[in-house]
């Protein structure tokens, strides 16, 4: 099911764990990573929250929250903005995303996975078995996730 308007409030309030309308950064930044099951850096994390966040405040209203994912609805995301984020993680440029690469990137975003996270991650997306990630693995794993609410 793609990720309706409604469904959206209700992963806000999901998210929003002290129920007082406001998403502060620790409680996104825990439901980002138990969502990723990886340890999200903090600087990652704050890239996320503050372009959601726009006041000066230091939380996500409703409002932001709704607006920010309103921008583009994820189902609309094109092939060639997800080839374009592809192509961040394949550093050779050859078309495949190996575990190392995947490791560097995180590793530079400071994201903390273990090799059992990156092996299970490429048990589920390499879906040939050929040891990469391929673009049209990558995007079919990226369709997958937003449909799965």
Known sequence: MPLTRECLKQKFMQFDTTGDGKLTFDEFKHHICEILKVDVSDLACHTIFDDIKKGSDDYITLEEWLNALDRKSLKDVGQ???????????????????????????????????????????????????????????VKAFYKEIHQE
């Open 80 to 138: 060639k903005e997800l080839e374009k984020t592809f192509a961040k993680f394949d550093l050779g440029g050859d078309g495949k995303i190996t575990k190392c690469e995947l490791k560097k990137v995180l590793a530079d975003l400071h994201c903390k996975v273990t090799d059992k996270e990156v092996d299970d991650l490429f048990k589920e997306v390499d879906t040939s078995g050929d040891g990469y990630i391929t673009v049209q693995e990558f």
